[in-house]
Nanobody, 126 residues
Framework: QVRLEESGGGLVQAGGSLRLSCAVS????????MGWFRQAPGKEREIVVA????????YSADSVKDRFTISRDNAKNTVYLQMNSLKPDDTAVYYC???????????????????WGQGTQVTVSS
């Protein structure tokens, strides 16, 4: 059984930074393609960033490009979302997700992911 647990959310002022962590248990996180999604009140869940198995291919949504970065530490079985230059529009619940895919492809549709964390709230004040 694979479990994902996010942490690191909180309240931050616009222009600030946060780093979210996603601890993966049950299987090595290196076996998975990973993604970070977010969902704001009244809006659909949307992809933020994604990385393929082996991190050979990565994706960033236009809204976060050059501000957010996904990375992983295989020794710690943890995936990170580094968020810089935060804006009030970044306010949402952030979820990490995993799918077992050795093709080297990332996935940007939430329907392609099997495992999900419970989410962590990020609030950016203006």
């Amino acid at each position: 059984q694979v479990r994902l647990e996010e942490s690191g959310g909180g309240l931050v002022q616009a222009g600030g930074s946060l780093r979210l962590s996603c601890a993966v248990s049950g299987r090595p996180n290196s076996n998975y393609a990973m993604g970070w999604f977010r969902q704001a009140p009244g809006k659909e869940r949307e992809i933020v960033v994604a990385t393929s198995w082996g991190d050979s291919a990565q994706y960033s949504a236009d809204s976060v490009k050059d501000r957010f970065t996904i990375s992983r530490d295989n020794a710690k079985n943890t995936v990170y979302l580094q968020m810089n230059s935060l804006k009030p529009d970044d306010t949402a619940v952030y979820y990490c997700a995993a799918r077992q895919d050795f093709s080297g492809r990332y996935a940007i549709s939430w329907e392609e992911y099997i495992y999900w964390g419970q989410g962590t709230q990020v609030t950016v004040s203006s």
